[in-house]
């Protein structure tokens, strides 16, 4: 196969045209030289570590710095994806995505069990940046769940069994593709084995089975990462998902006063918590406290940190002093956190409603339930309204980030991809002349929506029983709501809700709208249109205004009609899936 340059490629920089080729393409003939801004190879001025020399024996290798070009990243990630994508067929060998098993150097450190706990790490040469992935995965909190949780999800408290390689999904994922920002850092995923929410502290012994260890491997695993490129970083992004986006909020402080304690003033330690943001509120229906999903949310907390020896950041511990458990709730150890930290939470999150005892499959919800769900997105949107960096869909769902269609989810026409390196930029520019955001860049945004799956833009929601998809409708009759009688309710035709009938979603999706809610918004009408694009191109005679959607449909206000205005007289036809507001 020939190798073509993309025209658009041409107008890059020499410099950036051999930065990128050399990241990208292994040969060991090129991993000779190190091109500066387009001078002439000049020698290595620092001497190789003992780790770099190692290496050196089977491979040459080399560094590239990108942070120059970071002031102009738009422009920089678009022209790098171009380049990537057209350099992959010249590579002089497959490129290797895929992230390799390392235990810890300290093996006292280790998961439940006492087998040894570890990392994944893809390096990425020339790269600055760092990921630091904490995995998710639920806690037990005595004996008798930590030793069922090992009878039955025994790769969550051992690592006996875990692969030599794992692919990295979502912002974890090396392809450009799907990873606009981040695909070119380096790449670290550690598995979740302590059980503890990543913060304990405590050996195995005689007396207890388990080690809970979860704050010290985290630990370990940045002292271990200082031998392999860390030493030179800009960035340190800790991430994680469910538990382990707790475990971020718990942690990030910390590991940014480690790397300062051992010298390493220089590197930007950030967090990204997904999913990880819990309420402490009252359950739907209290049960006893005898495993984890049916424990209410503050009992395991007060537990499992006694069982665990659990750890919270210093300023939190003396913000609830003798109630350190509070710490594990976002919206509490939040304002304690000194290190910048971008929030991403489902407003309608299935691990909360789980721990406060709604199931939506089985039985049809109650009125009452519904109730509880809707309270619980308006509890999460007041928790967030302060934290100035965060993405919230008013989805039904839980963890985000590492998804593969982490990049499709909007929030007021944003994607978090874009959100997150919105807060990047902002960032940037901070620690330089201490600027207000970039315009336009958006990076605080929260659905105002108040039911699960009001965003058209929600991940497909599962028959948990057959694994079929299920659009809005299917999913409110599958949890036992009676929509013909909500059809009747708002003065719609059934029809509008025969879930073959092409204007249900656009008719419910109106129905979910903020200003349905309100009841603020005009009658409105839809017509089917053979052609999406003609959303875009129609210009009404009349004033009758176009509201944009993502169906092939039009939407007109009829209050600008004007007196004695029709549309029939338009020539247009009125859906029987009118729903009527004023």
Request: net charge neutral; charged share 20%.
């Amino acid at each position: 196969m020939k190798c073509r340059w993309p025209q658009r490629s041409i107008r890059v920089m020499s410099v950036i045209h051999w930065a990128v080729m050399l990241g990208l393409i292994q040969s060991g003939a090129l991993g000779a030289r190190r091109f500066r801004g387009g001078r002439n190879p000049q020698p290595r001025r620092a001497l190789p570590s003992a780790h770099s020399r190692d290496r050196a024996e089977t491979t040459e290798s080399f560094s590239l710095d990108f942070t120059a070009v970071e002031e102009n990243m738009d422009n920089f990630m678009t022209q790098v994806k171009n380049l990537a994508q057209s350099l992959y067929p010249c590579s002089a060998q497959k490129l290797d995505y895929d992230m390799k098993l390392h235990f810890l150097e300290n093996t006292s450190v280790t998961c439940n069990d006492g087998t040894p706990a570890g990392y994944y790490l893809k390096e990425s040469k020339g790269s600055r940046r760092w990921l630091i992935f904490l995995e998710g995965g639920w806690y037990c909190f005595n004996k008798e769940n930590c030793d069922s949780r090992y009878e039955t999800m025994r790769r969550l408290m051992s690592s006996s069994k875990w692969s030599q390689t794992k692919t990295g999904t979502g912002i974890l994922s090396s392809l450009p593709e799907e990873n606009p920002h981040w695909w070119n850092a380096n790449m670290v995923f550690i598995p979740y084995c302590s059980s503890d929410v990543w913060s304990g502290a405590t050996p195995k012994t005689d007396q207890n089975n388990y080690a809970f260890m979860g704050s010290l491997i985290i630990k370990e695993v940045v002292k271990d990462l200082l031998t392999k490129g860390l030493d030179n970083a800009k960035i340190l992004l800790l991430a994680g998902s469910s538990a382990g986006g707790t475990g971020v909020l718990l942690n990030v402080d910390p590991v940014s006063e480690l790397l300062e304690e051992l010298g390493h003033t220089n590197i930007q330690v950030r967090g990204l918590s997904d999913s990880g943001w819990f309420l402490d509120n009252k359950q739907y229906r209290c049960t006893d406290c005898v495993d984890t999903i049916n424990c209410a949310p503050t009992e395991v907390i007060k537990r499992g940190i006694k069982y665990w020896g659990g750890v919270v950041p210093e300023r939190c511990r003396q913000a609830y002093e003798g109630k350190e458990w509070n710490c594990f709730f976002g919206y509490k150890v939040y304002p304690t956190i000194k290190r910048p930290v971008f929030v991403v939470q489902w407003l309608f999150d299935e691990a909360q409603l789980t721990v406060d005892n709604i199931h939506l499959t089985g039985q049809p919800v109650q009125e009452g339930q519904w109730r509880y769900i809707q309270n619980l997105g308006t509890e999460l949107r007041n928790t967030l309204k302060d934290v100035p960096a965060m993405f919230a869909p008013a989805c039904l769902s839980h963890e985000f980030i590492t998804r593969n269609y982490w990049t499709d989810v909007q929030v007021k026409g944003t994607s978090l991809p874009r959100a997150l390196h919105c807060w990047d930029r902002s960032l940037q520019e901070n620690s330089r002349n201490n600027k207000s955001p970039p315009k336009g860049c958006p990076m605080h945004l929260i659905d105002s929506c108040p039911w699960p799956h009001c965003n058209p833009t929600c991940p497909t929601i599962r028959d948990q029983s057959t694994g079929q998809e299920m659009n809005v409708i299917q999913f409110l009759m599958h949890m036992g709501f009676d929509v013909q009688k909500m059809a009747h309710q708002q003065g719609m035709d059934p029809i509008c809700f025969d879930t073959s009938n092409p204007f249900t979603h656009l008719s419910f999706d109106l129905m979910l709208s903020p200003a349905f809610s309100r009841g603020s918004v005009p009658t409105l009408y839809g017509l089917p249109s053979p052609d999406p694009l003609i959303n875009d191109q129609f210009k009404s005679p009349n004033g009758i205004i176009l509201l944009q959607h993502i169906l092939p449909m039009q939407i007109f206000h009829t209050e600008q009609l004007g007196d004695g205005g029709d549309a029939q007289n338009r020539d247009l036809e009125r859906s029987p899936c009118q729903i009527h507001l004023s």
